[in-house]
């Protein structure tokens, strides 16, 4: 089996619309969780959310290609050309376009054209729906824009596991080029979330905090919704390495696993064991890790189980662990959220900067032995981190990455 | 003269529909183009048949969609199924519909 490295990242979310833009964010631990730029009529009960604000479509795309590309696709399609240029990947007639898979991830696929059509049919009584409705909502359009835009021919598909849809592309993503079925891959995910009906159906829920949310914070009262999109170039290493490419990151573990519980509760045995396989997948001991990325959604559920998971995991190590939340600052993006969180993994470990888990107040029983990294990055030499996303429905999946050596 | 200025009218207003929804100047759509010639493929079809549905207030048939490969062929289906609505509508008594 091969070494599998990171070449290439992109990213576009609120924290900016480059990977250059939302690091800079993300070590000055400032929040982009916002008052939405449209309250609703009547008024969403839900008043904050990460936007992706003064994103222009004109300015990456012609007004023709936009007829086929909702907002999720054009976020996928953004980053993945960062993540490609920065890889120096070149994909023309020879076989690496055949040997070069695209995998993404996403929890909705085209909200936003749905909603059209179902306003026109069951508001404005309209029986005609565009035709381009198909096109534009199927959850692989942004995979299969990327394909035809930049002539990759191998493998592209699209997974669609809620919250870990992206964790779940990029370990398929890593298992691929590391069984050697593929030279290369782009991974990662999108969403595009600030659609009136998706708004209405997260305020039924009562899981999203009324201003910011405070991941692992005492006084936290749920999640905040954020869009987005981040993809990342994963490569044979030996490929990388011959042809002179600046390795990032190694991914170099990957598990999976299902609570078989609850649809929408949570329970530690499902994390555990995926954090577990995945440190089993890279050969690592839990002693060996030195960061993670949390799934830290901060609803009251989730970073009671997530903590608890850790502890079962990595013992008395858990300790000196650092955990941090970066949804605090960018938000909980659905399907892109692996992937947003694994750029900033990557970036962590390229650097030697943890960012912080932002609009932190105090500790409580969840977090109350634990370092959460609270408000300010911090500087760390770290070797190996571990990425969570934790689904509706159950689904677990926990990635493993090491410093580029 | 009146009618052939409604025929102006009709392709000038089909003419549009296809320039807008192919989000191309007004000006590249000629009467005789063919949609080869204005890289209008399978998908961009259905989409121009759908606005001029919209815009005419017609129903066009499936099988009149696989012909249309013109700009004339588009604006004399249009030109047709708006007569045959007009015809129907003749032939509806005061009150029945």
Redesign the interface.
């Known amino acids: 089996m091969t070494r599998v490295a990171v070449t290439g990242l992109g990213l576009v979310c609120a924290l900016g619309e480059n990977v250059a833009e939302c690091w800079q964010t993300l070590c000055q631990g400032e929040t982009r969780i916002l008052p939405l730029a449209d309250p609703g009529n009547p008024p969403y009960k839900i008043r904050c959310g990460a936007e992706v604000r003064g994103f222009e479509p004109l300015k990456h795309f012609?007004?023709?290609d936009l007829?086929?590309l909702e907002r999720f696709a054009q976020f996928a399609t953004v980053a993945a050309r960062e993540a490609i240029a920065q890889s120096g990947l070149r994909f023309g007639s020879d076989h690496l376009s055949d040997e070069t898979a695209i995998i993404t991830g996403t929890s909705l696929g085209g909200q936003f054209t749905e909603e059209e059509g179902y306003k026109r049919l069951y508001k404005e009584g309209n029986s005609?729906v565009?035709?381009?409705t198909i096109?534009r909502t199927m959850s692989n359009a942004g995979a299969s824009r990327i394909s035809l835009e930049f002539g990759i021919r191998g493998p592209v598909y699209t997974i669609s596991t809620a919250c870990s849809s992206s964790n779940h592309a990029l370990g398929q993503a890593f298992w691929l080029v590391r069984s050697g079925q593929v030279k290369a891959a782009i991974a990662g995910g999108s969403e595009a979330v600030f659609a009136e009906g998706l708004l209405r159906a997260w305020e039924a829920m009562r899981v999203v905090a009324p201003d910011v949310c405070r991941p692992f914070s005492a006084d936290r009262k749920g999640l905040s919704l954020g869009e987005g999109g981040a993809m990342l170039v994963l490569e044979n290493w030996a490929h990388a390495q011959a042809r002179g490419a600046d390795i990032l990151a190694e991914i170099c573990g990957f598990g999976m696993s299902s609570d078989a519980y609850h649809i929408t509760q949570p329970s530690p045995e499902g994390p555990v064991k995926a954090m577990q396989w995945a440190l089993r997948d890279a050969s690592c001991c839990p002693a060996q890790v030195n960061y993670i990325n949390a799934h830290g959604t901060g609803t009251q559920v989730n970073d009671a189980i997530e903590t608890e998971a850790i502890r079962t995991v990595f013992g008395e190590n858990a300790k000196r662990l650092l955990i941090s939340s970066t949804k605090s600052m960018h938000g909980h993006t659905l399907g892109a959220a692996g992937a947003l969180e694994a750029v900033a993994t990557v970036l962590t470990l390229k650097y030697g900067i943890v960012p912080p888990t932002a609009n932190f107040t105090a500790p409580d029983q969840s977090s109350r032995d634990l370092d959460v990294v609270p408000n300010l990055a911090r500087e760390a030499q770290v070797g190996i981190a571990v990425s969570n996303t934790f689904a509706f429905g159950g689904l677990n999946a926990t990635l493993v990455l090491r410093k580029a050596q | 003269m009146a009618e052939h200025s409604e025929r102006d009218d009709l392709a000038s207003k089909v003419i549009r529909v296809i320039a807008q929804t192919q989000r191309i100047p007004v000006d590249s759509v000629k009467i005789d183009s063919t949609f080869e010639e204005l890289k209008i493929d399978s998908l961009d079809g259905i989409n121009i048949v759908f606005a001029l549905e919209n815009e005419f207030s017609i129903n066009i048939p499936d099988d009149g969609v696989q012909n249309l490969r013109s700009v004339r062929e588009t604006v004399e289906g249009v030109r047709k199924l708006i007569q045959e609505k007009q015809e129907t509508s003749e032939t509806v008594p005061p009150g029945a519909a």
Do not use: D
Request: charged fraction near 30%.
């Open positions: 012609s007004e023709k007829l086929l005609r565009s035709p381009l096109p």
